[in-house]
């Protein structure tokens, strides 16, 4: 979530109205209390785009003891000022006009669809990431003594054990060493000689497949399959 949607949801920053409906300011707030949902937000008008948040200081204390992450990028680590009793000469903060079982986003369409995207590759773009973290530092990460190989017939438990011995036994080259230069020449000299080097690559490839087969086989034993 960007620094502006984040400031946008939880109240820090004032939303514009294009067409104010009767009754409606042509600047308001979102109030984030009591939900999750960004459609099911409140609503809070103020005079101006200078105006202050009138339940800022009660929305700073519902995030610090409901939601510490995104408390924490608004606010960083400083606690909130206790909550102070509001007047009778603050806005009241009441349901759009209009509507009062359901809360109406902005009524700027495309500030509406661009603040749901932003929100959305967001979310997205962080569940990927932690999650393609967790799994190359699980099952990709380097291996020693203590984590050598995983206990439990199961798909997620082999596939730990065969990259385990991968790491530890990677496949033969015969032909290719990792030098592009070399493994260029050595294709250009095999293909001179169609036969020799048709028996070369076969061993070559025997040897890989062999290989792969016996790291299976040994992630499967590690597993306890055979038991």
Same mark, same amino acid.
């Given at each position: 979530?960007?620094?502006?949607?984040?400031?946008?949801?939880?109240?820090?920053?004032?939303?514009?109205?294009?067409?104010?409906?009767?009754?409606?300011?042509?600047?308001?707030?979102?109030?984030?209390?009591?939900?999750?949902?960004?459609?099911?937000?409140?609503?809070?008008?103020?005079?101006?785009?200078?105006?202050?948040?009138?339940?800022? @200081?009660?929305?700073?204390?519902?995030? !610090?003891?409901?939601?510490?992450?995104?408390?924490?990028?608004?606010?960083?680590?400083?606690?909130?000022?206790?909550?102070?009793?509001?007047?009778?000469?603050?806005?009241q903060l009441?349901?759009?006009?209009?509507?009062?079982?359901?809360?109406?986003?902005?009524?700027?369409?495309?500030?509406? !669809?661009?603040?749901?995207?932003?929100?959305?590759?967001?979310?997205?773009?962080?569940?990927?990431?932690?999650?393609?973290?967790?799994?190359?530092?699980?099952?990709?990460?380097?291996?020693?003594?203590?984590?050598?190989?995983?206990?439990?017939?199961?798909p997620f438990?082999?596939?730990? @054990?065969?990259?385990?011995?991968?790491?530890?036994?990677?496949?033969?080259?015969?032909?290719?060493?990792?030098?592009?230069?070399?493994?260029?020449?050595?294709?250009?000299?095999?293909?001179?000689?169609?036969?020799?080097?048709?028996?070369?690559?076969?061993?070559?490839?025997?040897?890989?497949?062999?290989?792969?087969?016996?790291?299976?086989?040994?992630?499967?034993?590690?597993?306890?399959?055979?038991?």
């Amino acid at each position: 979530m960007t620094e502006f949607t984040r400031e946008l949801m939880y109240g820090k920053r004032p939303i514009r109205r294009t067409n104010p409906k009767p009754g409606q300011s042509e600047w308001y707030y979102l109030d984030p209390r009591e939900t999750d949902r960004f459609a099911d937000m409140k609503e809070i008008d103020v005079e101006s785009e200078n105006s202050p948040n009138p339940y800022a @200081n009660e929305i700073q204390n519902y995030l !610090y003891n409901n939601d510490e992450y995104n408390y924490k990028q608004l606010y960083g680590n400083t606690p909130p000022p206790p909550v102070q009793t509001q007047n009778n000469n603050v806005p009241q903060l009441r349901m759009p006009a209009g509507s009062e079982q359901q809360i109406t986003m902005p009524s700027n369409n495309l500030q509406k !669809y661009n603040n749901n995207f932003a929100n959305f590759v967001s979310n997205t773009y962080d569940n990927v990431n932690n999650a393609y973290n967790s799994v190359k530092q699980d099952y990709f990460g380097q291996r020693n003594y203590q984590n050598r190989y995983k206990q439990g017939c199961t798909p997620f438990n082999i596939a730990y @054990n065969t990259i385990s011995n991968y790491q530890i036994s990677p496949n033969q080259k015969l032909v290719e060493n990792g030098n592009i230069v070399s493994n260029y020449g050595m294709k250009k000299f095999l293909s001179k000689i169609p036969i020799a080097g048709k028996y070369i690559n076969g061993i070559a490839t025997g040897e890989k497949i062999g290989n792969g087969l016996t790291n299976f086989y040994n992630a499967l034993d590690e597993a306890d399959c055979f038991k």
